[in-house]
Each structure stands twice: as structure tokens, then as C-alpha cells.
């Protein structure tokens, strides 16, 4: 069984600070992709950025980027210069090799202070 | 636009009926999901499908059902077996060979 773990029910942040979303996960399969998702107070989400398993160095996308510990099974988000506009509930997500669907941590919410 | 849409965005029951809401993507994706989302809560699979006229049970099926006549659409039905309808409804698309699937704004199901 695959499970995510998100320790951090919120998190405050000054903007223009840096600051790191915490996700550890648990899976026997040795092949899967590790995921981060916003979630905006309109309910949609979006997707920010990916590391498979298999990936040698960590993903950057913009002011994102995946601290990925294989042998911690943890997989942070960091998200750099914060913005206002990046308030909002952050998930984390897995999906192994022999699973079709995603498994999703219970979230983060970022507050990003002025 | 390429994209995910969903409707209604909110959406009113009675207990004892049954709902559809309608999931279509013009993505060219080949699988669709359903997602249901508490309060508070992550994301729990509810069905999932990788083709047309085909498609399994995620975690949590019961009380509900799915079809998939085409490729660009993927509705769900809440039946009155569902005993808690209540929550954020969301579908999601992914195209064969990404990782990444793509959302729809939600659907917010309300039971009187």
C-alpha cells in the first residue's frame, strides 16, 4: 500500500522568504513518481512539479524545486521568494509504478504574510 | 482552450436522489479520474478509467458509478447508496506516458 504523509497542517511565511513543505511517503514498489499540487481557495488544482524515482537530481520548476531524500522517503517542497499570490493548501501525491491513481497526502496550508 | 470542465460547479440533493456530474475534457487524454475531497482532507480515488468502455473501482466506489462511452467524457453518479454525498468532487485527465494528471475546477455536491 502507498502512503503520504504530510506533517505540517500550516505554515506561515514573510514574502520574499523561502520556505519548505514537508512530505514523507512509504511504498515497496521501487518505481514511482512523486508529485506536489496547489490547491487555491477556488478548489482547483494545479499541478507544480514531479520526481520520479529513478531521477538522479531533484526537479525545478521556476521557484519550485523537490528536495528528494530516496533513502529518508521524503520528498519536501521548496518554494522560493515567496508571493502572496502562493497562499494556499499544498498537496503531495505518489503514484507507483503498478497503481493507476494518485495517493494524496492530507495538505498544507501556506500562509504567505505581507 | 485545451482543458477540464465541470458542471455544475455547485450542486443541491435530496436524500434518496441520485446526481450525475458531468466531467469533459478536449484534451485527447486517454485516462480519466474522480476524486472526492473532504474538508480538510487529501484527495481519495473514487473511479478511474484508461480507455473507452472501460473502467475500475479506486478506494472509495461505493454508492457510486461511472461510464465512459467517450474518450472526452467521464460522468459520475452519486446514488442514494452513497450515505455521506456531501464533499468536493474532482475530475482529472492524463494523457498515456505523462506523469502528470491535469484537474477540473471541482464540483461542490451539497446534500439537503
Known amino acids: 500500500a502507498q502512503k503520504i504523509t504530510q506533517t505540517q497542517p500550516g505554515m506561515f511565511v514573510q514574502e520574499k522568504e523561502a520556505v519548505t513543505l514537508d512530505c514523507t511517503y512509504d511504498?515497496?514498489?521501487?518505481?514511482?513518481?512523486l508529485f506536489w499540487y496547489k490547491q487555491p481557495s477556488s478548489g482547483e488544482m494545479i499541478f507544480l512539479i514531479y520526481?520520479?524515482?529513478?531521477?538522479?537530481q531533484n526537479a525545478t520548476e521556476g521557484r519550485y524545486s523537490l528536495n528528494f531524500q530516496k533513502a529518508r522517503k521524503s520528498a519536501n517542497l521548496v518554494i522560493s521568494a515567496s508571493q502572496l499570490g502562493d497562499s494556499a493548501m499544498y498537496f503531495c501525491?505518489?503514484?507507483?509504478?503498478?497503481?493507476?491513481?494518485?495517493?494524496f497526502g492530507s495538505g498544507t496550508r501556506l500562509q504567505v504574510q505581507p | 482552450d485545451g482543458g477540464i470542465t465541470q458542471s455544475p460547479k455547485y450542486l443541491f440533493r435530496k436524500e434518496g436522489q441520485n446526481v450525475t456530474l458531468s466531467c469533459e475534457q478536449n484534451?485527447?487524454?486517454?485516462?480519466m479520474y474522480w476524486y472526492r475531497q473532504d474538508p480538510g482532507q487529501g484527495l481519495r480515488l473514487i473511479y478511474y478509467?484508461?480507455?473507452?468502455?472501460?473502467?475500475q473501482k479506486g478506494d472509495i466506489a461505493e454508492g457510486y458509478s461511472v461510464s465512459r462511452e467517450k474518450k472526452e467524457s467521464f460522468p459520475l453518479t452519486v446514488t442514494s447508496a452513497q450515505k455521506n454525498p456531501t464533499a468536493f468532487y474532482l475530475c482529472a485527465s492524463r494523457t498515456s506516458g505523462a506523469s502528470e494528471q491535469f484537474f477540473g475546477p471541482g464540483t461542490r455536491l451539497t446534500v439537503l
Open positions: 511504498t515497496s514498489d521501487p518505481s514511482y513518481g
Open positions: 484534451l485527447n487524454h486517454d485516462a
Open positions: 520526481q520520479g524515482s529513478y531521477d538522479q
Open positions: 478509467s484508461q480507455i473507452v468502455n472501460d473502467f
Open positions: 501525491a505518489m503514484r507507483a509504478a503498478g497503481r493507476r491513481a494518485l495517493t
